[in-house]
């Protein structure tokens, strides 16, 4: 493998994989994990979980409150570290790490920490509703819902793949399951299709 100082990474099969340096990066698990939320910004967490609690897409996957407070928690805490000003190299803002024209289709002023918190609510409940799986809607959410249906599943980018597990550990550690296997199946008990990617 060759690392570049952009974030690529080559392998020795040919593939170039690009992801992006943080010179910012969140704690790492092992840091002060999911103690470190302002009371404020902890509040309006639990205000927008609140506010779509009773979301069909939750219904739909049998994803109980505390579950998709813990769910939508978790995320925020990986994409900004509980940082309401966080900015990723690519201009993705705020808590929920929105992109200026996600957030412009969400009808959310970005800078605001509740409209920011209101807009990632939705735009994960949106991918929760499309692709009727945690695991697909935080691919989509990290990577676009069209690398999900391009790759007919969670996407081959390892930063994807991390950013899922991420999640799930942090949701865990706040639901009080850090010991839980997270390897099998997420917050459901349901078969997915096994997606199989040929990278030869």
Known sequence: ?????????????????????????????????????????LAAIHATASRHERNRALRALEISSDDWLALF??????????????ISDKGAYGLGQLM??????????????????????????AQLASFNDVDLALAAYNAGPHRVVEYGGVPPFTETRDYIARVHRIRAHLSGAATQ??????MRDATRPVVVLDLK
Do not use: C
């Open 1 to 41: 493998m060759i690392f570049g100082a952009d974030g690529s990474v080559r392998t020795t099969d040919g593939w170039t994989v690009h992801g992006q340096v943080d010179k910012n990066p969140p704690p790492t698990h092992s840091q002060n994990f999911a103690t470190t939320a302002p009371s404020d910004v």
């Open 73 to 86: 928690r978790a995320l925020i805490e990986a994409e900004s570290a509980y940082r309401p000003d966080a």
């Open 100 to 125: 200026a024209a996600t957030a412009r289709d969400l009808g959310v002023d970005r800078t605001d920490i509740a409209q920011n918190l209101d807009g990632s609510a939705r735009y994960l409940l």
């Open 181 to 186: 296997d997270l390897t099998g199946p997420t």
